[in-house]
Nanobody, 122 residues
Framework: QVQLVESGGGLVQTGGSLRLSCAAS????????MGWFREAPGKEREFVAS?????????YGDFVKGRFTISRDNANNRAVYLQMNNLKPEDTAVYFC??????????????WGQGTQVTVSS
């Protein structure tokens, strides 16, 4: 069982930045591919970014357009990050971290965190 805990959300103005973190409680994320998703009120959960278990294969949702960067804590393999720049009001959502061992598919995320709220004011 992998328990994921997100942090770093908050309220920011348009154009601002936030760095989200996702850590696994008491264990390493070695061997796990990691992803970020978001869910805005009244909308379906949306893919934001992912990185493979080996640190490669970074992939982003079309709306990101170079504003977000996903990275892993390669030194300790206990966290994954989402750096979000040039935030827009439409980025307002609950952001979730997800994990799967290896990579079985873009719809095979096994473990999910509870989410962290990101609110971008205009």
């Amino acid at each position: 069982q992998v328990q994921l805990v997100e942090s770093g959300g908050g309220l920011v103005q348009t154009g601002g930045s936030l760095r989200l973190s996702c850590a696994a409680s008491g264990r390493s994320l070695s061997g796990y591919s990691m992803g970020w998703f978001r869910e805005a009120p009244g909308k379906e959960r949306e893919f934001v970014a992912s990185v493979l278990w080996n640190g490669g294969g970074m992939n982003y949702g079309d709306f990101v357009k170079g504003r977000f960067t996903i990275s892993r804590d390669n030194a300790n393999n206990r966290a994954v990050y989402l750096q979000m720049n040039n935030l827009k009001p439409e980025d307002t959502a609950v952001y979730f971290c997800a994990a799967q061992f290896g990579f079985r598919g873009s719809d095979k995320w096994t473990y999910w965190g509870q989410g962290t709220q990101v609110t971008v004011s205009s």
